[in-house]
Structure formats: structure tokens, C-alpha cells
């Protein structure tokens, strides 16, 4: 699983991971271009909401999304055919 941390810096010097993502940065997070996550938002294939015009994703339900669809090694060999 992506393992990567996003934290934000308040105005008191604290430090708090952040939870929701822009496109931008849900892109940089699982390295998929920008055209792919616009297209899988308007297919509803990626989990997402609105604000106003803005999308957003949530990187709990992201991870989610993502373990989701995760592929076993066992099922990968298990699916090749011996030449």
C-alpha cells in the first residue's frame, strides 16, 4: 500500500496529517496523470465528492479504494498459462 504521509502545517506550529486531496495532489499520491482521475471521477470509477465546483478525494477512502482492488501474487501466477 502507498505509504506516503501528507501533513499540513497550522498557523500554531502543529502538525496534523491531511485527510483530503485536490486532483493535483490525489495525482502526485498515486502517480496516475491528471486526465486519468478526471476521467474516472466522471465515470464514478474513484471515490470522490464536491465542494462547490471543486473535486476532492478522501486518502482514507482512497486507501480503501486502492486495497480494494489490490491483486495477490498467488492469483497473478495462478492466472498464467504454462507455454
Known sequence: MNEK??????????????????????????????PTLYTWTHQRKIPHFKVGRSV?????????WLEARKISAAAISESRVPL
Open 56 to 64: 476532492r478525494f478522501d486518502r482514507v477512502e482512497i486507501d480503501m
Open 5 to 34: 504521509k501528507s501533513l499540513i502545517e497550522s498557523s500554531d506550529g502543529l502538525r496534523m496529517e491531511k485527510r483530503l486531496f485536490n486532483v493535483d495532489e490525489l495525482s502526485r499520491y498515486l502517480n496516475v496523470p491528471l
